[in-house]
């Protein structure tokens, strides 16, 4: 197993088009969590998926986000009708156990330039 | 609400020297504790984690201690290397918030030779 991969390493886009993320989890966990870090601040929570089911939706995530996990595997972010306020490093991590004891792994992210 | 505060770097050092980062925490709940590490163009990697008071996280030289009667978990390490030049995040989780994790905003740190 490599790890949390995530897909693409780099977008750049024009404001207003659509883009999509991909997560590939390692293939065990069932819990899936999405953030944001914006230059020089710490990651703060998106969303989060124990297997197919989402569970929680955080405030940030306005109604241009959405997230998807089918079949509990991979899970895509698509950000509809980009802004330039949407620039920043998005990163999904994995977790094996509810209680995420066993700590989190985090893949390399996908960073977004929208211009 | 839960929230994560780390002093501000960057932190400069010298090879050899101590190594302290400070982290507080608010947390509705009782938290699990960790430190994050993002070395140069890497992404984020689990550190070290205390699960609860007065335990003491511990890998690669780093310790850090769980302090409830001060809320704080405070990184630290009795000699740096240049390797451990890197922006280092303080987290906690509470349970009953569902897993996710909450960040301090990141402390960067450059250990010179």
């Known amino acids: 197993d490599t790890g949390v991969s995530q897909n693409p390493r780099h977008k750049i886009t024009k404001r207003g088009q659509n883009v999509t993320f991909r997560c590939d989890p390692i293939?065990?966990?069932?819990?899936l969590y999405w953030y944001r870090q914006t230059l020089g601040q710490g990651p703060e929570f998106l969303t989060y998926?124990?297997?197919?089911?989402?569970?929680?939706k955080s405030r940030l995530l306005s109604d241009r986000f959405s997230a998807e996990r089918p079949k509990g595997s991979f899970s895509t972010l698509e950000i509809q009708r980009t802004e330039q306020g949407d620039s920043a490093m998005y990163l999904c991590?994995?977790?094996?156990?509810?209680?995420?004891?066993?700590?989190?792994?985090f893949g390399s992210g996908t960073r977004l330039t929208v211009v | 609400g839960n929230s994560v505060t780390q002093m501000e770097g960057p932190v400069t050092l010298s090879e050899e020297a101590f190594l302290t980062i400070n982290c507080t925490y608010t947390?509705?709940?009782?938290?699990?504790l960790f430190w994050y590490v993002q070395y140069p163009g890497e992404g984020l990697q689990l550190l070290l984690k205390?699960?609860?008071?007065?335990d003491k996280g511990s890998n690669k030289g780093f310790e850090a201690t769980y302090r409830k009667e001060t809320t704080s978990f405070h990184l630290e390490k009795g000699s740096v290397q240049v390797s451990d030049s890197a922006v280092y995040f303080c987290?906690?989780?509470?349970?009953?918030?569902?897993?996710?994790?909450?960040f301090g905003g990141g402390t960067r740190v450059l250990v010179k030779p």
């Open positions: 991590a994995s977790s094996l156990d509810w209680t995420g004891d066993y700590g989190y792994t």
């Open positions: 293939s065990e966990h069932n819990r």
């Open positions: 947390a509705t709940g009782y938290p699990s």
């Open positions: 987290a906690l989780r509470v349970q009953a918030a569902g897993n996710k994790l909450t």
């Open positions: 205390a699960t609860k008071a007065d």
């Open positions: 998926f124990q297997n197919e089911a989402q569970l929680e």
